[in-house]
């Protein structure tokens, strides 16, 4: 297992703010540089710019150097790639690799890692989407010392004026007279009546300062406005993010479709998780809405399936054609909805209670009688800030592996993570937590790479055109305690199914 | 006094050299050029190093040279006043002023304070860093304490050789006032990077620019050529600001670079020098005439001469130049209009030759701004220049 190195940044409890998912800024990947398949982990710092740490796992040994480069996916700045860094296997373990990435704007960054060894060399393009979630406040120590320091240097300029007008303009040996003396007092009065304005004035201009960094700089997530409309029809409109605009250049706020919808839409009823719901909202073509804001990206238009009556935490998955992606939150209070059965994508979920049962069970029941089983290390504790693996199988009701599990939006599974208080939601998939789209978008960049062509997709476990078979995992780490739940879907026999998992997270 | 024997002498030394009488420069003057030009040089190359390379630590060259410049200036200024201080010397204690009970030359005292200064800014910078980004802003708060730090150390080696200056005569005291104007030409060469971002060749047919130019560049211009009664004094302070900037603007791209750090927007693979000075030059001669001419009258009148001057000649030389290095006929190497940062995207290059818009209103408006400002700091540059030509100690 990968270890997280703790970040050598103060984290204040991290706040809410991150752009794609909620609450889970790092990145997982795994994916194939050549002949060597890679697990990479990028921790992302609080503020951008700053620097991520960057963790790589060869599975196999054999890999003899790494070397990193972070850059712009799209865009003027990803034209010139600086020199990469040069990462050398950790002493304990051959296949661990570690190292630092300068990350000095936010925007939809990548980071190529070109592994060399025994078998040749080959690169993956692993995107990373950085956005400033947090500034530090100082130390109580620091603003201490700085604070004794101010007042050591305002009485030592104070004096120095004192001693210029008492003592500066005397001939050597000569003794000062009552009106020097006189003279070196007014001079300090006044030098220490200036020192005070100038430092009123100058702690006036560090807050403004502080202030407007800080608004500029932070991530401020886009307003997802939801309506409903009769007829069982949900409106969902993209609020205008100061944020998005002043980085149209290399965040962009036009959207591009994410393994084939430009929206990702789950309903989750609050607050017992007892409700799932995986839509596909679609932007109308030529037909009029009635606007619940002007602004923003546009519209999208989703007709509601069957649903129970509750209050739902939404959450939008979408992807700007930088390969910027961003998760929108809202809530809706829905009625007993008699809609449409599911078609397509479109899936859903009926679950226990989050929390109910004592111990959480490691299988859960499919829709289909199927059954999909959480294989678990050693039943042992989890803990946040370390990369994990979910594996799952499903099995028919007799226990036998399936062998027929279909891609299900073009990948092996999809997983959700979501924190019991909703402030953790990631969507993940079995190569990792980047959208599909940025992964493509970054693969076309790769030298050598022909557009669309195969060898994008071949970088990928999950795209690729073997059979699934029955088992299906995916890599992530929980940013911090507390219980999950986890919904995993999967297609089988053209159904969409869902298992639902609670975990314990210390 | 003969049972103290070596130390003694050794302090004797010491106070022969900094007596009235000395026939040398102190060993501490040329401690404090060679600190004050390592800041200062170190400054420029650092800024250098931000708009070539991008990636920089605690360690690289052009912060340990900045480093070394502070370090030198306290470690200099401590032995003169523990000197001073502890030492039996009649002649250095006679010469020196005296603050919390230590004694030693003024300027010492100025210039630790200002090495405490810089000292100070270094976790507040870091702090800062952490808080809000490693992109680098040159007047963010904590820089402006570590560049009120470097002018403490800076005017505290310009009140330590002004003293001697004053305290000498005939060929010594010229040496000391070549050594006076050269740390001057120091102190508008660090002024002219503080004002880097606002007097661009672009921006030379706009109002920031003279207004930029009008605010500290007289009153040091003022203060150091009236400090050192020399007649030229302005004029080879700013040649030889001039002189340093011309020297570095050609010599740094001879360097190979590239960035370290993305995203780069422009391909840049030498050393990225700071831009061809103002030229300033002429309006510091048109202070000499001023000052060579109604030198005597009454201190406002010559303060609102000296800023008029001064501003006049800035407009009339600075406005056709900038005319010309906006042209095709600037872009080569001597001139350095072709030099771009790499964090400055290649489709906005043309900018840089292309003027600011204003209007004329905005123009006048500004320009007699520039004169008041430049009257004002004139008058402050006559307070303490005059202030400069009295100390003693």
Redesign the interface.
């Known amino acids: 297992m990968i270890k997280r190195i703790l970040s050598l940044l103060f984290a204040v409890a991290l706040a809410e703010v991150c752009a794609a998912h909620v609450g889970s800024p790092d990145v997982y990947f795994q994916g194939e540089a050549g002949p060597y398949h890679l697990v990479v982990a990028v921790m992302t710092p609080q503020m951008i710019p700053g620097i991520a740490e960057i963790q790589i796992r060869a599975a196999e040994p054999g890999v003899r150097q790494m070397r990193i480069v972070p850059l712009y996916i799209v865009g003027e700045g990803s034209k010139y790639p600086p020199p990469p860094d040069v990462l050398a296997p950790s002493k304990d373990d051959p296949q661990f690799f570690s190292g630092k990435l300068w990350l000095m704007a936010s925007g939809s960054w990548q980071v190529r890692v070109e592994a060399d060894g025994d078998k040749g060399s080959g690169t993956i393009a692993v995107p990373v989407p950085a956005a400033a979630r947090a500034t530090l406040p100082m130390q109580r120590g620091l603003g201490a010392m700085l604070g004794a320091l101010m007042v050591l240097l305002v009485a030592a300029v104070v004096s120095i004026f004192g001693a210029s007008r008492r003592e500066g303009q005397l001939e050597p040996g000569a003794a000062p007279t009552v009106s020097d003396r006189q003279g070196a007092r007014l001079a300090m009065a006044v030098t220490f009546m200036i020192a005070v304005v100038l430092l009123a004035l100058g702690g006036g201009w560090w807050k403004s300062a502080a202030a407007k960094r800080a608004d500029r700089m932070i991530y401020k997530r886009p307003e997802l406005l939801v309506s409903l409309a009769p007829g069982n029809t949900m409106t969902l409109h993209i609020g205008e993010s100061q944020w998005h605009k002043l980085r149209d250049e290399v965040v962009s706020t036009r959207l591009i479709p994410d393994h084939g919808h430009l929206m990702h839409l789950f309903l989750i009823r609050m607050p017992q998780m007892d409700r799932f719901y995986h839509l596909h909202p679609v932007q109308p073509a030529g037909k009029v809405l009635a606007p619940v804001n002007e602004t923003g990206p546009g519209g999208f238009v989703q007709e509601l399936p069957s649903m129970d009556a509750g209050q739902y935490k939404v959450f939008a998955d979408i992807v700007h054609d930088s390969g910027f992606p961003d998760t929108l939150i809202a809530e809706v209070n829905l009625p007993q909805t008699a809609g449409q059965p599911l078609t397509g994508d479109d899936s859903a979920v009926s679950a226990p209670i989050i929390g109910d049962a004592k111990s959480a069970p490691l299988v859960s029941n499919l829709s289909d009688g199927t059954r999909m089983i959480w294989e678990r290390d050693n039943g042992g504790p989890l803990h946040s800030n370390q990369l994990l693996w979910f594996r799952l199988r499903v099995e028919d009701a007799n226990g036998k592996p399936v062998n027929d599990l279909e891609p299900y939006m073009g990948m092996a599974g999809h997983a959700e993570f979501v924190r019991d208080d909703f402030s953790v939601f990631a969507h993940v998939h079995p190569d990792g937590s980047a959208p599909m789209a940025a992964v493509i978008l970054a693969d076309k960049t790769l030298p050598g790479a022909n557009g669309a062509g195969a060898a994008p997709m071949a970088n990928m476990p999950s795209m690729s055109s073997s059979p699934i078979g029955s088992k299906v995992s995916f890599p992530y780490g929980f940013p911090k305690a507390g219980l999950y739940r986890i919904f995993v879907q999967v297609k089988h026999n053209g159904r969409v199914e869902t298992g639902v998992f609670d975990a314990r997270v210390q | 006094m003969a049972h103290s024997m070596p130390m003694d002498l050794a302090r004797e030394g010491l106070a022969e050299r900094a007596s009235?009488k000395a026939l040398a420069v102190p060993w501490y003057i040329w401690s404090g050029l060679v600190a004050v030009s390592s800041i200062a040089f170190g400054l420029y190359w650092d800024i250098s190093w931000h708009m070539t390379i991008?990636?920089d630590t605690f360690w690289t060259p052009a912060h340990l040279l900045i480093q070394f410049g502070g370090i030198l200036a306290a470690i200099t200024c401590s032995y003169l006043v523990f000197a001073t201080t502890f030492g039996h010397n009649p002649?250095l204690r006679?010469?020196?002023?005296?603050?919390?009970g230590f004694r030693g030359p003024?300027g010492a005292?100025?210039c630790a304070?200002g090495g405490?200064?810089m000292v100070?800014s270094a976790?507040?910078d870091n702090?800062w860093h952490?808080?809000?980004?490693?992109?680098v802003q040159i007047l963010?708060?904590p820089h402006?304490v570590l560049a009120i730090g470097i002018l403490g150390v800076e005017i505290g080696f310009m009140v330590l050789l002004v003293a001697q200056q004053n305290?000498a005569d005939g060929a010594l005291r010229a040496k000391f006032t070549r050594l006076f104007l050269y740390m001057a030409s120091i102190g508008l060469f660090l002024h002219l990077m503080l004002l880097a971002e606002l007097i661009d060749p672009n921006q030379m047919h706009a109002p920031m620019g003279y207004r930029a130019l009008s605010l500290g560049a007289p009153m040091i211009l003022v203060a150091y050529s009236l400090a050192s009664d020399h007649k030229w004094g302005a004029t080879i302070i700013a040649a030889s600001a001039m002189a340093m900037r011309i020297f570095f603007l050609w010599t740094f791209p001879l360097f190979p670079a590239?960035?370290?750090?993305?995203?780069?927007?422009?391909?840049v693979t030498h050393m990225v020098p700071l831009s061809f000075p103002v030229l300033l030059i002429f309006p510091a001669m048109a202070i000499d005439l001023v000052r060579q001419r109604l030198g005597n009258r009454n201190k406002w009148l010559l303060a609102a001469a000296l800023g008029a001057a001064y501003v006049a000649t800035l407009v009339a030389i600075e406005w056709p130049w900038a005319s010309f290095m906006v042209s095709p006929l600037a872009r080569n190497r001597i001139f350095g209009m072709i030099y771009f940062p790499?964090q400055f995207?290649?489709?906005l290059h043309y900018l840089a030759y292309k003027f600011e818009p204003t209007t004329a209103a905005e123009m006048a408006r500004g320009l007699v701004i520039a004169c008041v400002s430049a009257t004002a700091t004139s008058r402050l540059g006559l307070a303490f220049g005059g202030?400069l030509a009295?100390?003693?100690?």
Do not use: C, H, Q
Request: glycine share 8%; no cysteine; net charge positive.
């Open positions: 009235p991008g990636r002649r006679e010469a020196s002023v005296g603050m919390w003024l005292f100025l304070w405490v200064t100070t976790p507040f702090w952490n808080s809000f980004g490693l992109d963010s708060p402006v305290r590239t960035p370290k750090l993305g995203p780069v927007y422009t391909n790499y995207p290649s489709t202030w009295k100390i003693r100690r």
